[in-house]
Antibody, heavy 122, light 107 residues
């Protein structure tokens, strides 16, 4: 069974930093593109970043470029999102998600974690 | 950035009725369009990809159609568990973008 479990969310002040992690199991981790998607309260999902299976390709939404860094550790089946210079508008539930197909870099999100809430407030 | 526009914002229907949701893209997607269902407190769930291919374990009452810039999701006979919010997402261009959602609620 595919499982994605996020951790690391919490309350942080504007300008602060937070590191989210996603622990994966139940599938060959190193074969799949992974993504972070966030959802602000009462809003629709917003794609944040994707990282290819070998970390060779990474894309970010413009609003987080230069502030967020996605990385993965294929030896530990883990995905990370380092978030710096956080703003109030970054407040959201952050989901990690796995692509539908192995060996591709698509951002078609078949499996999702339960989400981790990040609140940016003074 | 490709803008995805969904209509209607809310669709009120009764169990057993047919529901049709629309999604329009600001530029051609070919068939690189997915639909997701989201219930309160849950992560989105992939329903349809490639505009018309059901994801594994998705009931046959869900069907997708369209290509280019106009797409639709049809639920042939609404069940109680289908009352939820539905989002479309394009995956042809970066950044990947979602529509704002259609809420299907009980009439």
């Amino acid at each position: 069974e595919v499982q994605l479990v996020e951790s690391g969310g919490g309350l942080v002040k504007p300008g602060g930093s937070l590191r989210l992690s996603c622990a994966a199991s139940g599938f060959p981790f190193s074969g799949y593109t992974l993504s972070w998607v966030r959802q602000a309260p009462g809003k629709g999902p917003e794609w944040v970043a994707s990282i290819s299976s070998d970390s060779a390709f990474i894309y970010y939404v413009d609003s987080v470029k230069g502030r967020f860094t996605v990385s993965r550790d294929n030896a530990k089946n883990s995905l990370h999102l380092q978030m710096d210079s956080l703003r109030a508008e970054d407040t959201a539930v952050f989901y990690c998600a796995r692509d539908r197909h192995s060996g591709t870099f698509i951002g078609l999100l078949e499996f999702w974690g339960q989400g981790s809430l990040v609140t940016v407030s003074s | 950035e490709i803008v995805m526009t969904q209509s209607p914002a809310t669709l009120s229907a009764s169990p057993g009725e047919r529901a049709t949701l629309s999604c329009r893209a600001s530029q051609s997607l070919g068939s690189t369009l997915a639909w997701y269902q989201q219930k309160p407190g849950q992560a989105p769930r992939l329903l349809i990809y490639g505009a018309s291919t059901r994801a594994p374990d998705i009931p046959a009452r869900f069907s997708g159609s369209g290509s280019g810039t106009e797409f639709s999701l049809t639920i042939s006979s609404l069940q109680s568990e289908d009352f939820a919010v539905y989002y479309c997402q394009q995956y042809i261009n970066w950044p990947r973008t979602f529509g704002q959602g259609t809420k299907v609620d009980l009439k």
